[in-house]
C-alpha cells in the first residue's frame, strides 16, 4: 500500500473509510435523504451522492462519528464545502459561514483577514457578521482584535454606495457587539499604518488593524493572493468560520504542512466545542 511505500505504520491508529464498503452507508443515505428531500434529493439519487467522500465524511461529523472534516485537496472549493452546507448545521444566530486567513509578514507581525473564501458581494448584515466571527476566532488566538471595514474610502472621502455600505456593516458591528475596537470606512493603507492613523483623532482603533475585513470576496482573495506571493508572506487557511462543527476546506494542492496546520486548528476546535450545547438547525445549502 501507499502508507507502506511511505515507511508510514497506521494500523490501529488510523481508520481508513470506504463509503461504498462502511457498514453506515445506509443509515446515513436515509438520514441524509431525510434531510435533504425537500431540497430536490430523490430516494433514487441519495445512494450516489452518499459515494461521494467528502458527502459522506459530512455525514460522519454530523452523525457525531467524527469531530471535525477538512477535505477539498483535490476539488473544487465550492465542490467540497456544499456538501457540508447540506448537512452540517451552523452555529446558533450565524447566518453566513466565511474564510479568514491568518498572514504571518517576514517581520513576524499578524494579520487575519476575511472573507476570503465564500461570500462574494456581502451585505451591510454580512460583512457585520462576518466581522463579529473573526473577532471571536482570532481572540481565540489569545490575539486582541483591531478591526478595519475596508473600502477604497476612507471616513466618508467617497459617497459610493459601496462605501457608504461598509461604514453601515461598521455601525451595526458597534451595536451588536460594543466590546470590540472596529473602525471603517477606511482604506487599507490607513488601517495598518500608524502615522496616517494619526491624521484621524476621531478613529478608535488603539494601533494599527490586525482584523481586516474585505468588502467583497474578489478584493479579500486577490488581497491575501498578493500578500502570500508577492509579499512574502506565510499563510495559514482557509479558517472555515460559523459551522457549529470544525470545517475547513483546502485549497486545491495545498502543501503538507497546509494540511497539518489546518488539523491542529480543528482538533483544537473540536477539543473546545461544548458537548452539551443544543444541536441547531441544519444549514442552507449554497
Known amino acids: 500500500t501507499r502508507s507502506h511505500q511511505l515507511h508510514l505504520h497506521l494500523d490501529g491508529q488510523v481508520e481508513i473509510v470506504d463509503p461504498e464498503t462502511d457498514p453506515r452507508f445506509d443509515s446515513y ?13 430523490t430516494h433514487t439519487e441519495a445512494p450516489i451522492l452518499m459515494r461521494n467522500p467528502t458527502r459522506f465524511a459530512a455525514m460522519m461529523v454530523h452523525s457525531g462519528d467524527a469531530d471535525c472534516l ?24 450565524i447566518q453566513k459561514v466565511a474564510g479568514m486567513y491568518m498572514l504571518i509578514t517576514a517581520r513576524g507581525q499578524l494579520y487575519f483577514i476575511a472573507d476570503t473564501t465564500v461570500n462574494i ?15 471571536d476566532v482570532v481572540r481565540s488566538f489569545d490575539v486582541e482584535p483591531r478591526i478595519a471595514m475596508l ?19 461598521t455601525e451595526l458591528v458597534r ?18 499604518t500608524p502615522e496616517m492613523l ?20 474578489e478584493a479579500g482573495n ?20 460559523g459551522f457549529a462543527r470544525p470545517v475547513h476546506v483546502l485549497q486545491r494542492g495545498c502543501e503538507v504542512n497546509d494540511i497539518v496546520h489546518m488539523a491542529a486548528l480543528a482538533v483544537v476546535e473540536a477539543q473546545g466545542l461544548d458537548a452539551h450545547q443544543p444541536e441547531p438547525a441544519p444549514a442552507e445549502a449554497r
Open 29 to 41: 443515505t436515509m438520514e441524509y435523504l431525510r434531510l435533504r428531500q425537500r431540497k430536490g434529493v
Open 121 to 135: 458581494e456581502p451585505t451591510a448584515e454580512d460583512l457585520a457578521e462576518i466581522a463579529v466571527m473573526s473577532a
Open 70 to 93: 477538512i477535505a477539498g485537496l483535490t476539488q473544487h472549493y465550492a465542490d467540497t464545502i456544499r456538501p457540508a452546507l447540506e448537512v452540517i448545521p451552523k452555529k446558533e444566530g
Open 198 to 217: 494619526g491624521d484621524y483623532p476621531f478613529c478608535r482603533l488603539t494601533g494599527p488593524a490586525n482584523v481586516l475585513i474585505a468588502p467583497s470576496l
Open 175 to 192: 451595536q451588536r457587539r460594543p466590546d470590540l475596537v472596529v473602525e471603517g470606512e477606511m482604506m487599507a493603507d490607513a488601517a495598518v
Open 222 to 241: 486577490i488581497a491575501y493572493k498578493l500578500l502570500w506571493r508577492i509579499g512574502g508572506c506565510d499563510v495559514i487557511g482557509p479558517i472555515l468560520m
Open 151 to 169: 473600502s477604497f474610502s476612507t471616513f466618508g472621502s467617497s459617497r459610493h454606495p459601496l462605501a457608504a455600505k461598509v461604514a453601515h456593516a
